[in-house]
């Protein structure tokens, strides 16, 4: 019985490092596409690539690029309305880069994708949105 138990725990032992190394290997992968994405769309705003691997002036530049004034991100700190702003940030982008609303609500849920369409497609910075959202 020890045996059998013994060798049910080396299973799962090894089945939970397997899917680490998994989980660890798609978040690298993902951070590099997300990155190098970040990198394209400061480059066709008119921003240095580089700005995009700075934690929080990354941020910045995203939201001077987005709404003009780089200073709005700080409401990012407050609770629930971070949230809003997050939706409104996306719809704002894509609006920056010349796309429609429905592109927006696309970046709000399929994220990844749909910032690849907008760093790699034709989409060309249109300057600050100054709409309602």
């Not at 490092?17 to 596409?33: A, K, M």
């Not at 929080?56 to 004034?69: M, S």
């Not at 940030?89 to 994708?113: E, M």
């Amino acid at each position: 019985m020890n045996e059998l138990l013994n060798v049910l725990a080396y299973s799962a032992d090894q089945t939970v490092q397997q899917s680490s190394t998994f989980s660890i290997l798609t978040s690298l992968v993902s951070g590099v596409i997300s990155l190098v994405c970040c990198w394209v769309l400061f480059s066709k705003a008119g921003e240095a690539g580089w700005k995009a691997i700075i934690p929080i002036y990354n941020a910045y530049i995203e939201f001077k690029i987005v709404y003009g004034n780089g200073w709005k991100f700080l409401l990012l700190l407050v609770p629930i309305l971070n949230i809003i702003l997050a939706f409104g940030f996306c719809i704002r982008l894509a609006h920056a880069f010349g796309k429609s609303t429905a592109f927006g609500v696309g970046l709000i849920f399929l994220g990844p994708i749909f910032m690849i369409i907008l760093a790699f497609g034709d989409a060309t910075y249109q300057g600050p949105y100054h709409g309602f959202i």
